[in-house]
């Protein structure tokens, strides 16, 4: 699988769930994910609006929050195998934003994939 | 990759507001007095500007650890990546008491304040009502907002600051007896750690600032402005109470520093200041623990109960946890006055937490020697090292303090035995939570979560 793809299924899973939708009405936000690997580093995106969730690939110009982490764990992560909270309290990923919005995006994965 | 800059970032001021906010506790009050008693009297100033000397120190540590991995879980981060995961949930779990122990603290400073001001109603009834009114604003997710916490805590410093210099031009103290040293005057600069302790709780914000090295510019001057504010607070109260155990006694001591400077209007200026500044700590505190609280139980080190979110997705019974814990404590203290016992206890965690800053520093030096850092500490190894060994060695001496009449450091006791409960929890506990079956993916989202 690849992170695009992984972004895809989160976007679809929080998409298709009316209480997600709902709950992400009033929240507008442009999230960077920076993915460092072998290759580099590789830029995709993540977009809320009104309650319906995009996903993309580039850079963003200005973002509400930037998330930067190993290419296979986001993958794991936005696939459901791997809960963020452990690789952010070992330092692996790292996040530049408000905490507000980390939390919502922790709480999203919480909700679609379980604890 | 991604744009350079956030489109939403907080202002350096905020970095400013934060740590001499949350260092800025109503019980600081208090401290100055304990600081007062064992520095013999008016060199009560010195010993505060030694241990602000030597939390400028820790402040370097914290200033390169925060710029290395700026991060919300801070503490959690660092230990784990400088010294292990154990001792990081082990250090991680006793530190976030400590900020149970300032919001009971403060919760029974300000109990009292109420009972001066308002003495018809007992002030174990205003602990109860405010602590409640805390963890109701945390649940509803409301939080103080950034220009209020600003405000507060500039407002805070500038009085105690004018107020210090009022009563010090009215009853200028002599030279020598600014320098006599009493024959406590070590304990002094132990307890004078406390006065500066919550400085470093800015660090979890990092990442909300445009550039990490805010924090560790707005964290210097935080600490030269605590240091400014209750250093002239000190001399002032131990020049109108030349002998300071007068003042042991009372639990308002800023209260009558306000109506000795400007009469009543002094008085309920500073009953209004310890309020807000209160508030600013319980709710602050509360916040930034019970998302502590929330991360652990995220990561299987806390029971999953812990996890439970509202329907305004604060993390509910972390809340309410703490809120309690808090209230339990503070009416224990409130009961048996025995508040001397959490001061000195939360300058022996946060001057033992100092002296592992240094560690991690060093460690992570060797680890990490080419991971970007915004700050470096100067000296490395030798200059942490050292400071690792004065924290060590005060943060015992703040445990070993006796309080009051007692020969019995009730302090070392109370943390001893939140240290044994840590290391069993960490060692037996953790290892069956960390098994636990995975919840099922199919769980839909609730009022409750």
Same mark, same amino acid.
């Given at each position: 699988m690849t992170l695009a793809e992984a972004l895809n299924g989160f976007v679809a899973e929080c998409n298709q769930d009316p209480r997600l939708r709902e709950m992400n009405r009033d929240w507008s936000r442009q999230i960077a994910i920076v993915a460092t690997g072998h290759h580099g580093r590789r830029a995709v995106w993540l977009k809320s609006q009104e309650g319906i969730l995009t996903s993309g690939e580039g850079p963003l110009a200005s973002p509400d929050m930037e998330i930067t982490a190993p290419e296979e764990m986001l993958i794991d992560i936005f696939s459901g195998l791997l809960s963020p909270t452990e690789p952010y309290n070992a330092g692996d990923l790292l996040v530049r934003g408000q905490q507000d919005d980390m939390m919502r995006l922790d709480i999203l994965t919480l909700l679609i994939w379980g604890g | 990759m991604a744009g350079k800059g956030l489109s939403r970032v907080l202002p350096y001021r905020t970095a400013v507001s934060t740590s001499a906010g949350l260092a800025s506790a109503a019980i600081n009050f208090l401290a100055c007095v304990e600081v007062a008693e064992y520095a013999g009297g008016q060199s009560a100033w010195l010993a505060l500007l030694v241990a602000g000397g030597l939390i400028v120190f820790a402040g370097a540590n914290f200033s390169e650890l925060t710029t290395l991995y700026p991060s919300a879980a801070a503490i959690r981060v660092w230990i784990r990546r400088g010294v292990g995961d154990g001792v990081s949930l082990f250090s991680s779990l006793i530190y976030a008491t400590t900020v149970v122990f300032v919001i009971a603290a403060d919760a029974f400073v300000v109990g009292h304040m109420f009972r001066a001001t308002? !003495?018809?109603? !007992?002030?174990l009834v205003w602990v109860v009502a405010l602590l409640a009114v805390v963890a109701w604003a945390n649940s509803r997710g409301i939080k103080v907002a950034g220009a209020v916490q600003d405000t507060n805590a500039f407002v805070l410093l500038v009085t105690l600051i004018a107020f210090s210099l009022l009563v010090l031009v009215k009853a200028p103290p002599t030279v020598p007896a600014l320098f006599r040293l009493g024959p406590g005057w070590i304990q002094a600069v132990a307890v004078g750690v406390f006065i500066f302790v919550g400085f470093e709780w800015v660090t979890p914000l990092a990442e909300e600032f445009s550039d990490a090295r805010a924090i560790p510019r707005g964290m210097f001057t935080a600490l030269g402005l605590i240091a400014m504010a209750f250093g002239l607070f000190s001399a002032a109260l131990s020049t109108v109470f030349p002998n300071p155990h007068a003042l042991s006694s009372s639990l308002i001591p800023q209260l009558m520093v306000g109506m000795r400077a400007l009469g009543p209007l002094g008085f309920w200026w500073m009953a209004l200041v310890t309020l807000t500044t209160a508030m600013t700590t319980f709710n602050g505190g509360l916040a930034t623990a019970s998302r502590f609280v929330y991360a652990l139980a995220r990561e299987r080190v806390l029971p999953e109960w812990f996890a439970r979110l509202n329907a305004k997705l604060v993390p509910i019974n972390a809340v309410w946890f703490l809120s309690g814990i808090s209230l339990v404590l503070a009416v224990g203290v409130y009961i048996t006055g025995g508040y001397l016992t959490l001061i000195n206890a939360g300058a022996g965690v946060e001057s033992l937490m100092y002296a592992l800053s240094s560690i991690l520093v060093i460690n992570l030096r060797k680890r990490e020697p080419d991971r970007e850092r915004g700050f470096r500490v100067w000296g490395v190894p030798w200059v942490p090292a050292v400071l690792a060994l004065i924290f060590t060695a005060l943060g015992i001496g703040a445990l070993l303090t006796p309080v009051g009449r007692s020969p019995v450091p009730w302090s070392l006791g109370f943390v001893g035995g939140l240290a044994v409960l840590a290391g069993w929890y960490v060692a037996k506990v953790v290892p069956r939570l960390k098994k636990r079956a995975p919840v099922s993916r199919s769980r839909q989202p609730g009022s409750q979560i």
């Open positions: - | 308002i !003495p018809e109603v !007992p002030g």
